[in-house]
C-alpha cells in the first residue's frame, strides 16, 4: 500500500502544482495517471502548441510548462502511479481513504484531491455491432504485447501515426497485415507514411483506403470483418483474427463519476467560497474537473485552486496546528531531498 | 450590425435560432455553447484545437464556408457520424458572411 498525505489523482499541470503548495507545507503527495506520462493534456494531445495566458509567461510551450513543473515541484519528492487509472475509493475507520487503480495499486491518504482535468483518456470505439462482444476475444484498442499477434491474421484501423506504426511493426511479427483508413490521406510523420508505402509496394501490407469496417462476425471469437470502401457498395469479408482499431484516446469522466460525489454539467461540484471541497469531506476536485458558480476552465485558475486546496488540507490533517501562509521569496524552498532555496541574503557593511 | 442570425438543430431535434456576435472573435462550437445548446463536457472538449469531434455539426445551407484546414480534415477522417456536409463547429468564425447558416449538431460520440 502506497502512503502518503495528499493523493492527486490527475498529473496535470493543476495535479503537479499541487505537489508544490503541499511541500511548502511540508506535505508529501503521490500521483495517479492513467496516461504513461506526466502533463495531462499538455502532454498528450497538445505539447507543441503555446499557451499565452500563464502568469509571467509571455508564450510558453504546453510541453515545456509540464518540464518547467516537473522541475519546480523536484524537490518534494512526488510518488507517481502512471499508465494506472484510479477505479475505486473507500473510506476507512480513521477517516482516510484506500484509492485502487484497475491494475490493483491501492493508495492510503487523509486527503485526496481530484485534478482530473477532463477524466481519463480511453480509446475511441468504433460505432459496430457486436464490438464489445469480441473485445479481448480478437479486439483490442491497445497493443501491450505485440508477440500475441505472431502469425496471425491482423486487420489494424485508422489513420494517424499508431495506425502506421502499428502496420508497420506487426508487417513483420503477424502474417498478414491489412490497413483500412477512410480517407487515401494519412496524417502521421513523413517517415512512417513512406514507410507503409514501401510496405504496400513489396505486398506486406494489404492496404484499404478509402473505406470502412462496417461488420463484425464470429462465435466465440472474432473471425470475420466486413469492410466497404466509401466509393463502392461491395462488402469485402475478410477473415482475421484480430481486428485493432487506432482511432486515438478520448477524455472520460469514468468511475469517479461512481464515487458518489455531486456532478453537474459532467463536472465536480465544489465549495468554491472555501477550498474547493467536494461533497465528500477530505475529498476536494481542483482544475478543469471541478465546476462552480463563474467557473473557468484554465490553467491559471487550476494553480490558484490547488493553493487553496492545500491550505485546508493541512488544517485538516493537523486541525490542532497553528500555521500562517509564508511568502517563498522569506521562507525559501527546502525539499524533502534537502535541497534548500532561499533568496541571497543582504549585506550589512558600513561603507567608508 | 455586428451579430448574425444562425438555426441550430441541437441533438434533441430542436431548432434555434440564435444572434452570433460577429465581433468577439467567436466560433460556431462557442455560439453553441454560450447559449448551452448542447450540456457544458459535451462539446467542445478540446477547446476548439480540432483535436476531438465533440463539435461536428452538418452543415445545411448552401454557405461558401472556409476550407477545412489539414487538421480538420484529419479530425473528420477518424470521427464517427461523418458526413460529406460535416464541419468541426470550432473551425467556423462568425463573420458576416454567415447571415442565416442553418447547420445541425452532430450525435454525440459513445
Not at chain 1, 125 to 134: A, G, I, T, V, Y
Not at chain 1, 316 to 338: A, L, N, Q, S
Not at chain 2, 18 to 32: F, G, H, Q, R
Not at chain 2, 40 to 61: D, F, L, N, P, W
Request: proline residues 6%; negative net charge.
Amino acid at each position: 500500500m502506497i502512503k502518503t498525505d495528499i493523493l492527486i489523482i490527475g498529473a496535470g499541470p493543476t495535479g503537479l502544482f499541487t505537489v508544490f503548495e503541499a511541500g511548502l507545507l511540508q506535505l508529501k503527495c503521490h500521483l495517479i495517471d492513467a496516461l504513461p506520462q506526466p502533463g495531462g493534456q499538455c502532454a498528450e494531445i497538445y505539447p507543441k502548441k503555446p499557451i499565452y495566458d500563464i502568469p509571467g509567461f509571455p508564450e510558453v510551450l504546453a510541453g515545456q510548462l509540464v518540464d518547467n513543473l516537473m522541475e519546480q515541484i523536484k524537490p518534494f519528492q512526488p510518488g507517481f502511479t502512471l499508465g494506472e487509472r484510479a477505479d475505486t475509493i473507500d473510506k476507512l475507520e480513521d477517516g482516510t481513504f484506500v484509492v485502487t487503480t484497475n491494475k490493483g495499486t491501492k493508495h492510503n491518504a487523509p486527503v485526496v484531491a481530484i485534478a482530473g482535468g477532463l477524466g481519463s483518456f480511453e480509446p475511441r470505439k468504433p460505432q459496430l455491432e457486436n464490438l464489445s462482444r469480441f473485445e479481448d476475444k480478437g479486439i483490442a484498442y491497445i497493443i501491450k504485447e505485440p508477440e500475441i499477434y505472431r502469425e496471425k491474421k491482423v486487420l489494424i484501423a485508422g489513420g494517424g501515426d499508431s495506425a502506421l506504426d502499428w502496420s508497420i511493426f506487426l508487417a513483420d511479427v503477424a502474417s498478414e497485415v491489412t490497413l483500412v483508413h477512410r480517407r487515401n490521406e494519412f496524417r502521421g510523420a513523413l517517415d512512417s507514411v513512406e514507410k507503409v508505402q514501401q510496405l504496400k509496394n513489396q505486398g506486406k501490407i494489404n492496404l484499404i483506403t478509402p473505406a470502412e469496417v462496417v461488420a463484425l462476425q464470429g462465435k466465440e471469437k472474432l473471425e470475420k470483418v466486413i469492410v466497404r470502401k466509401t466509393d463502392n457498395p461491395d462488402e469485402i469479408d475478410l477473415e482475421v483474427d484480430n481486428f485493432i482499431p487506432l482511432f486515438g484516446l478520448s477524455p472520460k469522466l469514468g468511475p469517479i463519476s461512481e464515487w458518489g460525489l455531486e456532478i453537474e454539467k459532467n463536472a465536480i461540484k465544489v465549495d468554491n467560497t472555501l477550498d474547493y471541497q467536494t461533497n465528500i469531506p477530505g475529498i476536494y476536485a481542483i482544475g478543469d474537473i471541478n465546476t462552480y458558480p463563474g467557473k473557468l476552465k484554465l490553467i491559471l485558475c487550476g494553480f490558484h485552486e490547488a493553493t487553496l486546496m492545500c491550505q485546508s488540507a493541512y488544517q485538516r490533517i493537523f486541525p490542532d496546528k497553528k500555521y500562517v501562509m509564508k511568502y517563498t521569496t522569506v521562507g525559501g524552498v527546502t525539499g524533502f531531498d534537502g535541497s534548500k532555496k532561499e533568496a541571497p541574503k543582504a549585506v550589512v557593511k558600513s561603507i567608508e | 450590425m455586428s451579430d448574425v442570425k444562425i438555426k441550430i438543430t441541437d441533438r434533441e431535434g430542436v431548432l434555434h435560432e440564435v444572434d452570433a456576435p460577429t465581433d468577439m472573435n467567436m466560433n460556431l462550437m462557442e455560439v453553441v455553447r454560450s447559449y448551452e445548446l448542447a450540456p457544458e463536457g459535451t462539446i467542445g472538449i478540446c477547446g476548439g484545437m480540432a483535436m476531438c469531434a465533440s463539435c461536428q455539426c452538418y452543415v445545411k445551407s448552401e454557405h461558401e464556408l472556409p476550407e477545412k484546414s489539414d487538421d480538420e480534415e484529419a479530425m473528420l477522417a477518424e470521427a464517427f457520424f461523418v458526413e460529406d456536409n460535416s464541419r468541426l463547429g470550432c473551425q467556423i468564425h462568425i463573420t458576416p458572411d454567415l447571415e442565416g447558416l442553418e447547420v445541425e449538431l452532430a450525435p454525440e460520440e459513445g
